[in-house]
């Protein structure tokens, strides 16, 4: 199934469409500045970084909001309703202007002294938590935190439009979720998981291939996942690869994509599941279309699609037995000192072991819900006044030892290892576990139309590329990712695909 073919926008829609396309090159700007911040500023920039950063995403907001793109807008819709005045609008036309509508909205409820101080202060945070992690002390990080957290507050007061605190900045990250649909879904998500956790447990042992105790040479390892990344279609003239602490994926335009990712020499999977992780993100961003670049046409539906691409990459495809039965002989080619073609059967089953861990970038695809679910439940409780920052280390280690029956003895290692809440980014870690669900139901989805496994045993990664593109890649925000799941797969969001997903993968 796939979309109707597009429809145009009018040629009259184009002073908006340049207005619009302004202010996105600014956000590049500002996107190439944090890229730069993450990757090979010097750490002693971090105050200028921070002014300049602000100018840029100041002077950006300040154009949206400005009274002269208010009259272009005003021309086309009501602005107290956002009702659009033409009565002959196609569907891309009637999509166009109710997204554009949606980010004029948001925009103009932030007062630009507002963006300023709070685009400074996310700046500083995120120094401030990257020298505290090194030391391991949440109380240099905690004032930062507390900062944030009040502005988020603000933010979402800004924006809230009735709505509670913790669900205006759910929005953000995934328009048109609500609580009342997220809870039930994350509920049974997580008694799931732990159901199959005690199920997996009962299961006889399997030979695991010793994947830590190994050497891996690093320029090999980048070697391979360079290879993988060509075959998934990401296109190195419209992108970068480069080493982060903490991998990431930014967006300057669709023709400029970059991604980071981390390689250890005693973590082969951790680098290269990384790696097609972050891939999974660019091939979204280069596959927009770029005709309405600029536009909410050329944008993702969701962060929670977006970590969809991701997560089918990385996992759906990443750790399937056939993508193996293509890649391990090259695999075994390049590290003849380390593995051997027998070793197939202990190596897939090293990378789909099930095994509780304190970190969640390196969990297995089963437990990695619940570091989600202890994230959602501590930001739900922080915004709702009943956790405060400086209580926020022993919540976590609590909440780990209660699901996951481990307990870092860091703070590094524990409430400080993402820098998400230091971003200020409150109400996005839940789209991280949507991602697995919208992933589960569009792997589903596609091997109605494409032999899945044939594919992969032939290393032939470009049609599942071509079928994203086509489906969800170019689509961009002209239906809500609800309604795009539901006529892709027929169903709403539910947990169980992901639950017979993991279920096949990992009972015998």
């Known amino acids: 199934m796939s979309l109707k073919p597009r429809d145009t926008l ?30 090979v500023m010097p750490s002693g920039a971090i105050e200028s970084r921070a002014e300049q950063s602000a100018l840029v995403a100041t002077y950006a907001h300040q154009q949206l909001a400005s009274d002269r793109f208010r009259g272009l807008l005003g021309e086309w819709v009501a602005l107290e309703t956002g009702k659009p005045y033409p009565q002959d609008l196609n569907a891309l036309e009637s999509a166009f202007l109710r997204e554009v509508y949606r980010d004029w909205q948001l925009a103009t409820a932030l007062p630009a002294t507002f963006v300023e101080t709070f685009t400074k202060a996310k700046a500083r945070s995120q120094h401030a938590w990257i020298e505290a992690r090194k ?10 935190l507390e900062s944030i957290v009040a502005l988020t507050t603000q933010r979402a007061d800004y924006l809230s439009q009735g709505r509670g605190t913790y669900e205006t900045l759910l929005d953000e990250y995934e328009p048109g979720m609500t609580l009342a649909m997220l809870n039930p879904v994350l509920d049974d998500l997580k008694s799931e998981t732990l159901r199959l956790m005690a199920k ?29 990344l060509q075959d998934m279609g990401f296109s190195s003239e419209h992108g970068r690869l480069d080493a982060s602490a903490h991998p990431f994926s930014t967006h300057i335009h669709p023709t400029d994509v970059r991604i980071t990712t981390r390689v250890r020499s005693h973590d082969f999977l951790e680098g290269l599941s990384s790696t097609m992780h972050e891939c999974g993100h660019a091939l979204y961003e280069q596959g927009l ?17 977006h970590e969809s691409q991701s997560r089918f990459w990385e996992n759906g495809i990443g750790k399937h037995r056939a993508f193996w039965e293509y890649y391990f002989p090259k695999l075994c080619a390049l590290f003849p000192e380390v593995i051997r073609e027998s070793d197939f059967e202990s190596f897939l089953a090293a990378q789909n072991q099930v095994k509780p861990s304190l970190i969640r970038v390196q969990a297995d695809e089963l437990t990695y819900n619940l570091h989600i679910v202890i994230r959602y439940e501590l930001e739900t409780a922080l915004f ?5 920052v400086k209580d926020l280390p022993g919540a976590w280690r609590e909440k780990y030892q209660s699901y996951l029956g481990v307990s870092s003895p860091t703070d590094a290692d524990g409430v400080m290892q993402d820098v998400h ?58 239906l809500s990712t609800q309604t795009l799941i539901h006529q892709l797969t027929g169903s709403s969001l539910s947990s169980e695909s992901f639950v017979h997903y993991l279920e096949s993968r990992h009972l015998s």
């Open 200 to 228: 997996i447990r009962r299961q006889p042992e399997r030979p695991i291939f010793p994947l830590h105790e190994k050497e891996w040479d690093v320029q090999k390892q980048w070697e391979f996942s360079r290879m993988v």
């Open 10 to 39: 009018r040629s009259a829609f184009s002073p908006l469409i340049n207005a619009l396309q302004a202010i996105a090159h600014w956000r590049g700007i500002e996107a190439l500045l944090s890229w730069d911040q993450e990757t």
């Open 135 to 144: 030391k391991d002390a949440f109380s240099d990080f905690a004032p930062h």
């Open 289 to 305: 279309d770029t005709t309405y670049f600029g536009t909410p046409l050329c944008a993702a539906g969701s962060f929670g699609l």
């Open 421 to 478: 809440w230091s971003c200020g980014y409150f109400g996005y870690f839940p789209t991280y576990s949507l991602g697995n669900l919208y992933a589960a139901m569009l792997l589903d989805r596609i091997g109605q139309d494409l032999d899945l496994a044939a594919q992969l045993r032939k290393g032939q990664l470009l049609p599942i590329r071509e079928w994203l593109r086509t489906h969800i890649h170019s689509v961009g925000r002209q």
């Open 384 to 388: 709702s006044g009943a956790l405060s």
